[in-house]
């Protein structure tokens, strides 16, 4: 077949489908939406398959008690996460006290190093960065790095209409919570200290520091940079002199 004309039957095609897209959009309604975050607590261990090759390995237990779904406090779960120092003794702590990762298969170590890392980067974006981080369709259709999709259902509860997310361990609640974030417009920022990995909610425009103990050491810092670079100065002069 010609393929110029293979090529014009698509483009026809696609002009129709924009068409169609264009007289029946989507339509939006605003209802409450619940995240119910709970999760099944699981064995973990970390194991090495090859030499310096590490991953998590978790084990729903088989009785009852593995589907006992534990709620939990997701803004702390997200900041014991972004605390982590990329040490698999904390991880594993980590995922022993919170439970289910989301995951059947082993999961390499690096994945959860490589989320933390755009958890933290995506936060301190601004809105339409983050957006496109969590978005299905975010260049060309092709989904962000933090997309995720959930199963929303339908529930009418306390006399009102909702929708009810299902997530189903640490890594989709912690995609939640940054979703959760943007939908009430948080901003985060980056401590200014250099040197400190901590971020911190912008609720106050002129807060650089993520905590009073920090800004003083900040301070601290910069006396020092000030009197090295003084000392300097006055070193620099007195050989020229010489
Ligand atoms: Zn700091």
Request: aromatic share 8%.
């Amino acid at each position: 077949m010609d393929l110029r004309y293979l090529a014009k039957l698509y483009k026809s095609e696609m002009d129709l489908l924009a068409r169609e897209r264009r007289q029946h959009p989507p339509q939006e309604i605003l209802v409450p939406m619940k995240f119910p975050l709970s999760i099944p607590k699981v064995k973990s261990e970390i194991l090495e398959v090859k030499k310096d090759d590490w991953v998590v390995r978790q084990v729903k237990e088989k009785s009852w008690k593995g589907h006992i779904l534990h709620p939990f406090d997701v803004s702390q779960m997200r900041k014991d996460f972004l605390s982590l120092k990329h040490q698999k003794s904390e991880l594993l702590t980590f995922l022993n006290k919170y439970g289910w990762w989301g995951s059947d298969e082993p999961i390499p170590v690096s994945d959860f190093w490589e989320l933390q890392e755009l958890i933290l980067t995506a936060l301190c974006l601004g809105p339409k960065g983050r957006g496109q981080l969590l978005s299905r369709r975010m260049f060309k259709g092709l989904p962000g790095p933090l997309s995720v999709q959930f199963v929303a259902s339908f529930q009418y509860e306390d006399g009102k209409p909702k929708f009810v997310i299902e997530t189903e361990g640490c890594m989709h609640a912690l995609v939640a919570s940054v979703q959760i974030d943007l939908a009430q417009e948080r901003k985060y920022r980056h401590c200014a200290r250099p040197g400190c990995e901590e971020i911190f909610e912008v609720k106050k425009r002129e807060k650089t520091h993520h905590s009073p103990h920090c800004q003083t050491l900040h301070a601290m810092q910069r006396y020092r940079d000030r009197k090295r670079q003084r000392m300097a100065k006055i070193k620099g002069r007195k050989a020229r002199v010489e």
